[in-house]
């Protein structure tokens, strides 16, 4: 289950990417909704994938 925490705090590296207006809006909203920046959700958005993405690579 994604849970958000603050593990991410401390990122540093600057990187640009694009959103869709649509996909924008909804993490925007998610982060203000739970109280943390957009970039930290993004963070955790992300390891989450990547964690999954491994676990799912292994049972095959």
Excluded: W
């Excluded at 991410?8 to 982060?31: Q, S």
């Amino acid at each position: 289950m994604f849970k958000i925490n603050n593990e991410f705090a401390g990122a540093n590296v600057p990187r640009t990417i694009r959103f869709t207006e649509k996909l924008f809006h909804e993490l925007n909203e998610t982060a203000f909704q739970n109280g943390i920046s957009l970039n930290l959700l993004v963070l955790q958005c992300c390891k989450y994938a990547l964690e999954e993405m491994e676990e799912t690579g292994r049972e095959n």
